[in-house]
């Protein structure tokens, strides 16, 4: 019967299926190439779940921890803004704070100030930032960074209780419940520093040297009175958003609210370097995927084109009964896309394995000074997976029409006539 319109509808799928269940066809010369195909597909698609997790976990981590020890948004003077020190004060204004609330897209805001200095425990010395806060701090974003003790208790009275960091702590060579004695310059007289004694309350540890080294949290009312300055006067204000895009967004919509002294400073302008060091990550992940597509596509090429060379008998009797090119095209086409749907699912089970051991066991370290972390994160949602999987898909199947365009040049004639 001829192939017409009607009646091959479904015939290409249905020749496919029969192909693939063919005893013949199960000991042929191309199951081993096919095979060898899977296999790249399957490793293509877990080196891309791989790379993708690993880059966005890293990405949310390195932000994450940023993000919690200085906010979204940082509004202090002009002076402020290129120091690690808070060098003129700004009055605490319940306008300014108004304006920073009612801007949709702001979580919290919370008042700080910073002060550099000098820490003594024994005969040993360590340079430190202070940085004070009062009792609007958000200490939840802390939390996990806590190794030992807890967060000092900052209420209505002037507190003496720090967080120190972990890495300073060991250096000093002390711990939670010990005092130290931290040395601040003064304005009146050189000679003679302003001498505070602070208790170590507790113990944090981010894995970020810019924090580690050098900072501690305390009582805002120290440096105020250090400073000279009035109750009302502190360093900045620390502004959280729902989110680091949002708060982009916003900061000009806040700047242009905010009196001609203020700026409103970025995190990630403020640490610049950092997070364009975390943008090279995206590239990275997208020449990983690339290469791994073209691999991937490249081996199935291969097998299709053996493939199809091995069925060149079937071709030809196909063609001589009437098929067109592009019915026996969809035939090879249809096993090319199961094949590489079956390398998928096998790279995905790799991935999705990696990923959920590495979450759970952290079997994969990193060297904090260069990455920021101690263990690699990994960071992986159901859309990521979807989508993944979709756009290899589609490449890939669109790719695979390339070397089944060879069937409109096979002969009928030439074919059979060694058959």
Request: aromatic fraction near 12%; include cysteine.
């Given at each position: ?336 896309v199961t094949i590489m749907s079956q390398g998928l699912f096998w790279g995905n089970l790799i991935g999705v394995i990696f990923f959920l051991t590495q979450k759970y066991c952290g ?57």
């Amino acid at each position: 019967m001829p192939f017409t319109k009607k009646n091959h509808l479904n015939l290409p799928l249905f020749i496919a299926r029969r192909m693939r269940f063919d005893r013949k066809y199960k000991g042929s010369v191309s199951v081993q190439i096919i095979k060898i195909a899977k296999l790249a597909v399957a490793l293509g698609m877990a080196m891309i779940l791989i790379a993708v997790s690993t880059g966005k976990g890293l990405q949310k981590e390195i932000k994450d921890k940023t993000l919690a020890f200085n906010g979204h948004l940082v509004v202090s003077p002009f002076e402020n803004s290129e120091s690690q020190i808070s060098i003129l004060p700004v009055a605490s204004d319940s306008t300014v704070i108004d304006v920073l609330k009612n801007e949709p897209g702001v979580k919290h805001v919370q008042r700080v100030a910073l002060k550099g200095g000098l820490l003594k425990a024994g005969d040993q010395f360590e340079g430190f930032v202070m940085k004070g806060v009062s009792t609007d701090y958000q200490w939840e974003s802390l939390k996990s960074f806590i190794v030992e003790g807890n967060f000092p208790e900052i209420r209505d009275q002037t507190s003496n209780e720090i967080l120190l960091s972990q890495l300073i702590a060991k250096r000093l060579s002390v711990g939670v419940g010990d005092e130290v004695s931290a040395y601040f310059q003064n304005s009146q007289n050189q000679q003679l520093p302003n001498v505070r004694k602070f208790k170590i309350a507790g113990l944090f540890l981010s894995g970020f040297p810019d924090f580690d080294e050098f900072f501690f949290l305390g009582d805002l009312r120290h440096i105020q009175r250090i400073n000279k300055w009035k109750n009302e006067e502190i360093g900045a204000y620390e502004v959280f958003a729902t989110d680091l895009k949002t708060a982009i967004n916003i900061s000009s919509s806040i700047y242009e609210k905010l009196p001609s002294d203020l700026d409103v400073i970025e995190i990630t302008r403020q640490y610049a370097t950092i997070f364009q060091w975390i943008s090279l990550f995206d590239f990275n992940i997208l020449i990983i995927i690339i290469v791994m597509i073209v691999v991937g596509v490249i081996n199935m090429s291969t097998a299709l084109l053996v493939l199809i060379f091995e069925r060149s008998s079937m071709i030809g009797l196909f063609k001589s009964l009437g098929a067109g090119n592009l019915l026996i095209q969809k035939i090879f086409f249809y096993n090319g896309v199961t094949i590489m749907s079956q390398g998928l699912f096998w790279g995905n089970l790799i991935g999705v394995i990696f990923f959920l051991t590495q979450k759970y066991c952290g079997w994969i370290r990193l060297d904090p000074e260069t990455y920021y972390v101690n263990i690699a994160p990994v960071y992986l949602d159901f859309w990521d997976v979807l989508l993944l999987n979709f756009g290899f898909l589609v490449v890939s199947s669109l790719l695979l029409w390339i070397p089944s365009m060879i069937i409109s040049y096979i002969s009928p004639a030439r074919v059979l006539r060694f058959r």
